[in-house]
């Protein structure tokens, strides 16, 4: 029995029955349990059989009417969770939540997050443009604004992020443009701070730092090809020049919030 969803106490139950006959045994979960009555039922259908009750429930009002209940029937009952708690209470003098569920809670918390990672990983760097009407935010801006990090960084936020370089020579998809203006965000920097981040990555490298790459003139282009494209769009932007990336995410992440409202 579980005030959620049981799993614990059915799993510690086919553990035990493993080691005996485990055929000779019915282990029959009963789930979200949220009433004395749902008690007083369970335990009346339990005393028509030879039955032991092992449970997960946390509420201490039915913890209390289980077992009472189970007394009075002479059903025995274990407790799977209450020693442990008790246990961890006293070593740490803090007091339990007693709310149900909260694990499996912190478990969909957990697969959003890898979920979202994954998301950005697989719509990284304009990769697949169907990515983006799935987004939760879309990320667009010239080469070295930190579009990846962006993306990877609110990932752990549980946002789902695609990003798209900009760049003169290739038109942006069309998807882009069917993406709501306030899901996309777009990145700019001053020129002369973005001179010095590529030329460091040249440098990485291997290669010359007098590149196209790394000219500020060609950098100049790109900058004002990637802001007449966030015109277009009329998408919010945020300049990255000094910038932290968590300073870039928290504003991302105000937007997307913002939009969540909403939508509601």
């Not at 983006?132 to 879309?138: E, R």
């Not at 752990?156 to 882009?176: F, G, R, T």
Request: net charge neutral.
């Amino acid at each position: 029995m579980s005030d959620s969803i049981g799993e614990t106490a059915e799993m510690v139950a086919r553990a035990t029955a493993s080691q005996f006959d485990a055929s000779r045994f019915d282990i029959i979960r009963i789930p979200y349990i949220n009433s004395v009555q749902q008690i007083e039922e369970t335990i009346r259908e339990a005393a028509k059989h030879q039955s032991l009750i092992c449970h997960t429930i946390v509420s201490p009002n039915l913890r209390e009417a289980l077992l009472s209940h189970a007394q009075q029937h002479a059903i025995p009952t274990v407790d799977i969770m209450g020693p442990m708690m008790n246990a961890v209470e006293k070593l740490s003098n803090l007091e339990p939540k007693m709310k149900p569920g909260l694990i499996h809670k912190l478990d969909q918390e957990y697969f959003k997050r890898v979920e979202a990672v994954e998301f950005a990983v697989k719509y990284d760097d304009g990769k697949n443009p169907w990515g983006f009407l799935k987004a939760d935010i879309v990320i667009v801006g010239v080469s070295r604004t930190s579009k990846t990090p962006l993306s990877m960084y609110l990932a752990h936020k549980k946002l789902k992020v695609a990003n798209l370089p900009l760049v003169p020579e290739v038109p942006p998809p069309e998807e882009l443009f069917q993406v709501p203006a306030q899901r996309v965000v777009g990145l700019v920097i001053d020129p002369f701070k973005l001179n010095s981040i590529r030329s460091e990555r040249l440098k990485v490298m291997g290669l010359g730092v007098d590149a196209s790459y790394a000219n500020l003139e060609r950098i100049s282009e790109e900058l004002e090809y990637a802001r007449a494209i966030m015109r277009k769009i009329h998408c919010p932007i945020i300049d990255v020049s000094n910038k932290a990336i968590e300073e870039t995410a928290n504003r991302i992440l105000e937007i997307a919030q913002k939009n969540a409202q909403q939508q509601k």
